[in-house]
């Protein structure tokens, strides 16, 4: 993508800033209806739908040459918006399954893994998104795409495909009848090895979660 088409004035729908703003935009106004809970039969979906089609810029944010701000220093923002209550909301919409294990980094050998929450990664990753979407509708256009790029690879890409990764394995667990393992007890303050794992694990049947968060096994 060229400087001219980076720092354009005029909004061409089939530039790449456009369309980056677009699904990132589409991604925050989604999971915050969801957070609102009034619709949970299809929350998990959804957002299974939505993380999945965020990925999707990140990986072209990913595949793109490093972008560079016109300003050497990034402009002040001012304090960022609180997510408090919209963890909360989705911490009570997905209960059942927010707590799960995630290994942080697949390239470091023999690391346990360690408790995370969906509600966890998915405030984390609107945090960052909203950061660079305040640039954006600033004019600030480069600012915008050198944050939302710089942030995949140093937090919201990381975090956002360990919360694909638990919302996949609901939907695969309920659709294909297999029952979950418990982590009773489990939280993020807590460390977590294999043996932990084994020992709290119990069974959840599908029915259990299936119903309140709109998934449904294969008949």
Request: aromatic share 6%.
């Amino acid at each position: 993508m060229s400087d001219a088409t980076l720092h354009a004035t005029e909004q061409n729908p089939d530039d790449f800033a456009v369309q980056i703003a677009d699904q990132i935009e589409s991604f925050l106004v989604a999971v915050t209806e969801v957070a609102k809970g009034d619709e949970p039969d299809s929350a998990v979906p959804f957002l299974l739908l939505e993380v999945s089609q965020l990925l999707l810029a990140g990986g072209r944010l990913g595949a793109h040459e490093d972008i560079v701000p016109e300003e050497r220093y990034e402009p002040d923002m001012g304090p960022e918006p609180d997510v408090d209550e919209l963890r909360e909301n989705l911490a009570r919409l997905l209960d059942p399954i927010d707590v799960y294990s995630e290994v942080f980094d697949p390239y470091e050998p023999r690391k346990a893994p360690v408790p995370a929450r969906i509600s966890d990664d998915l405030t984390d990753v609107i945090t960052d998104l909203r950061h660079g979407m305040a640039h954006y509708k600033a004019g600030r256009t480069s600012e915008a795409l050198w944050w939302w790029q710089f942030s995949y690879f140093s937090n919201w890409g990381s975090t956002a495909s360990a919360a694909l990764r638990a919302l996949q394995s609901v939907v695969a667990h309920v659709r294909l009848n297999q029952p979950l393992a418990e982590l009773d007890g489990l939280d993020t303050d807590q460390g977590m090895g294999d043996e932990t794992l084994e020992v709290e694990a119990g069974k959840v049947m599908a029915e259990e979660i299936g119903t309140p968060l709109g998934v449904r096994p294969v008949t």
